[in-house]
């Protein structure tokens, strides 16, 4: 999936460079985001977003992994940065450049969303059984076919 690849790469980019700016250059990162009390913690996050970017950047090279994790990952990442994105600029416990920021994480959660429709549509469809599992008729027992265990009776 193009799509999928191109999701991957972009998210997983962004997440880089976001991890690896505040460990970089902390006081331009203020510049932007603005002032900071606990710069360890600000160091800690970029340093948890590094796996994670390239956790996502390497489903784009390994196509043997499934895609149910990247979608997780993807998806579950940005829809925390939105969360917290909104819930504290609204608040004004972060500056406003944080909404910018959770707009970016919709975008990724709504591609998400529709690579996972994606995904939902061209997962081969499970055959039922004309029986269920607690009824088989005689004909199709694993022991034999055909005939009843006490005979067939007309």
């Not at 690896?20 to 002032?35: H, N, R, Y």
């Not at 059984?129 to 005689?138: A, G, I, L, M, T």
Request: net charge positive.
């Amino acid at each position: 999936m193009k799509a999928l690849k191109i999701l991957l790469w972009g998210q997983g980019t962004y997440y880089l460079l976001s991890g690896l700016w505040p460990l970089a250059d902390i006081e331009s990162f203020m510049e932007v985001t603005g002032p900071k009390t606990d710069i360890w913690l600000v160091k800690t996050l970029g340093l948890v977003l590094l796996p994670v970017a390239a956790s996502l950047l390497s489903y784009i090279y390994d196509s043997d992994k499934p895609r149910f994790p990247a979608l997780v990952l993807g998806a579950g990442s940005a829809a925390a940065f939105a969360c917290v994105d909104f819930y504290y600029s609204g608040r004004g416990i972060i500056p406003e450049v944080y909404a910018a920021d959770g707009l970016v994480q919709m975008v990724f959660l709504l591609l998400w969303a529709i690579i996972a429709l994606r995904m939902l549509r061209r997962r081969p469809r499970r055959v039922r059984p004309r029986y269920s599992r607690w009824y088989r008729p005689f004909h199709s027992h694993p022991h034999g076919g055909g005939e009843a265990p006490w005979g067939n009776v007309h």
